[in-house]
């Protein structure tokens, strides 16, 4: 069984007066004004043909803002479990119930049932929303990539070989300085 939306705030939610407790409190307020999104969560972490029986899950909300936590915060989900048990603005933020002990293999095996589609809705409503608040257009975008050993595999790199064209440029960009 799942319980989609957190409906009451625990009183022990708390965002520290910190600029990364202020942003995790506006990022919460937001997502209030969107329950739909915790919605398209909670269809996503429901399986086919599994009967709503047994011990509570995460809820979908808290499912939802962690995953946003991680993304957001660039974490892994080691980091993202310790981030929850340690930081009252990161378990006020996710909602967690207070009965509630993250483990790394289970945020990663909830988050990752969110559907590539689901994420594409959450981010087309961020956007529009920032675009209605006129924060951002979405004219640009940031691409982060991750280097695998698959992907190296047989290929060795020496540093020197990797840095020696960033210091040719520096050392030519100091020399037009002069």
């Not at 705030?9 to 004004?33: N, P, T, V, Y």
């Not at 006129?134 to 691409?143: A, C, D, Q, S, W």
């Amino acid at each position: 069984m799942r319980q989609e939306r957190t409906i009451q705030a625990s009183i022990f939610d708390l965002f520290a007066g910190h600029e990364i407790g202020r942003e995790l409190k506006s990022m919460s307020g937001w997502l209030d004004q969107h329950p739909a999104l915790a919605g398209l969560v909670a269809k996503d972490l429901r399986r086919l043909g599994v009967k709503e029986t047994g011990r509570h899950g995460l809820p979908a909300e808290s499912a939802l803002r962690c995953a946003l936590l991680k993304q957001h915060r660039q974490l892994s989900y080691e980091e993202l479990a310790f981030h929850l048990e340690d930081s009252a603005s990161f378990r006020a933020f996710a909602r967690l119930p207070l009965s509630w002990t993250q483990k790394k293999s289970v945020l990663h095996k909830t988050i990752g049932a969110i559907r590539a589609g689901t994420w594409e809705t959450i981010n087309r409503t961020v956007l529009a929303s920032a675009r209605s608040e006129r924060i951002e257009t979405g004219g640009v975008i940031r691409l982060d990539s991750t280097v695998t050993a698959a992907l190296t595999a047989g290929v060795q790199i020496s540093v020197d070989q990797c840095s020696r064209p960033l210091y040719q440029w520096g050392k030519a960009q100091h020399s037009y300085s002069k």
